[in-house]
């Protein structure tokens, strides 16, 4: 189990990256905008108590029981992974350029390309738009392709997105498990 850093660990954890969970031929690669302090400090996707990408993961069906952060390497047991857009832990998205949200669209792409996944799922509209040139992005499967990887945007599961409820998110997500065929 993860202890909570401390305030000197989160700023300590500035423009720290974290490593992917991803491994060749996965169903789902799961890419966040970038991590969060929380995440640089513990080295753990979506760690903040408060995002609810394990809830909605879990409630959605992909998962059994709903893992905790520390437990992201099992997500690989169900075809599934973890990246994000940048690999630059900030306190907020919002500190990311628009030029670094789409050289994190090359580097996903390059990812895809080595990887093959199935579904590239971007977790969060409005980075997606940026990073891949995309305004009109909708929630939902994108008529383009990532490589040869499918493209299906999730809303960000931040507590701070107050758009989502989690039945919502999960209602999401639920709806790229069942595209799956899972």
């Known amino acids: 189990m993860m202890t909570r850093p ?6 300590a954890a500035r423009d720290r990256a974290i490593p992917e969970v991803i491994a060749p031929d996965l169903d789902v690669v799961f890419c966040g905008i970038n991590p969060s302090l929380y995440s640089g400090a513990t ?10 990408f394990w809830p909605a993961l879990h409630r959605s069906g ?16 169900f075809g599934l992974g973890i990246t994000n857009l940048v ?11 628009a030029d670094e949200l789409r050289a994190g669209a090359a580097r ?7 990887y093959r996944p199935r579904v590239i799922a971007m ?11 995309n305004r009109h992005a909708r929630v939902g499967p994108q008529p383009e392709r990532i490589a040869d990887a499918h ?4 809303p960000n599961p931040s507590g701070l997105n107050a758009h989502y409820q989690i039945d919502d998110l999960a209602a999401e997500f639920r709806a790229l498990r069942e595209s ?3």
């Open 6 to 11: 401390t305030p000197e660990q989160l700023a």
């Open 43 to 52: 080295g753990h996707h979506f760690a903040r108590p408060g995002n609810r």
């Open 108 to 114: 996903v792409t390059a990812l895809a390309r080595q």
């Open 151 to 154: 493209v299906w945007v999730l």
């Open 62 to 77: 992909f998962t059994p029981r709903q893992l905790r952060a520390d437990e992201q390497h099992l997500l690989l047991d």
């Open 123 to 133: 977790v969060g509209i409005t980075a997606y738009r940026t990073a891949f040139g």
């Open 87 to 97: 690999n630059r832990a900030t306190a907020r998205a919002d500190e990311l350029s």
């Open 180 to 182: 799956l065929g899972r």
